[in-house]
């Protein structure tokens, strides 16, 4: 079956602008967290969406934001975009979320560079 | 989550097994342990995980020691696609999908 799906690959803004990035959950998966990978701070957490419902949330500014759709599909959102939000984004899937542990599965990412 | 500390970074030869380490010393008792990997410009990987017994897979075998205070990811026969960061991370199964991911140990698997 197809694996989880970002959308752009890669992306260039600048200082000021917004951004939406797009992930596409395994069929069949309801969770979707997305992760922030930089080389100072490694591979953070942002927040997990389930059931179109935030479930947590990361140590991350409000300018961050997401959202998921009943079709499971989520998008995260970063306005008034600085420098230090230069990084790959992660999505990652989950059949469900909390319980017993069912794997999660990683997007290729999304790499963002803001000049 | 429970702090885990892993080596930097190791080198393996090819066709060897390739053994890391990681210590969780403050692990607690509904904590289980996991391991991934990311090859470089990849998303991670899931590999394993495990409460306190051994488990073995396709991929590789964790080994968990009896007081749980630390534990060895083994990739029996390391091949250069084994090449990656490899992250032990400790957590309840009830923390819905939030991982801390740590720094990892940098394998690097050599011909």
């Known amino acids: 079956k197809a694996g989880v799906t970002q959308t752009p690959r890669y992306l260039i803004k600048t200082r000021g602008q917004q951004v939406t990035l797009s992930c596409s959950p395994i069929?069949?998966?309801?969770?979707v967290s997305w992760y922030q990978q930089t080389p100072g701070q490694g591979l953070q957490f942002l927040f997990e969406?389930?059931?179109?419902?935030?479930?947590n949330k990361g140590n991350f500014p409000g300018r961050f934001s997401g959202r998921q759709f009943s079709n499971s599909r989520s998008e995260m959102n970063v306005s008034t975009l600085e420098l230090g939000d230069s990084a790959l984004y992660l999505c990652a899937s989950r059949r469900t979320s909390g319980g017993l542990y069912n794997e999660q599965f990683f997007g290729p990412g999304t790499r963002l560079t803001v000049l | 989550d429970a702090k885990t500390t892993q080596p930097p970074s190791m080198d393996c030869a090819e066709g060897r097994a390739a053994n890391l380490p990681c210590n969780h010393s403050?692990?607690?008792?509904?904590?289980?342990v996991y391991w991934y990997r990311q090859i470089h410009s990849q998303g991670p990987q899931y590999i394993i995980h495990g409460l306190k017994n051994n488990e073995t897979n396709e991929m590789a075998s964790l080994i968990i020691t009896e007081d749980r205070k630390s534990s060895t990811l083994i990739l029996p026969h390391a091949t250069l696609r084994d090449t990656a960061v490899y992250y032990c991370i400790v957590r309840p199964p009830s923390d819905g999908n939030q991982f801390y991911f740590g720094t990892g140990t940098s394998l690097t698997v050599i011909p």
């Open positions: 069929s069949g998966h309801r969770s």
């Open positions: 969406y389930f059931s179109e419902t935030q479930r």
């Open positions: 403050t692990i607690s008792g509904n904590e289980y």
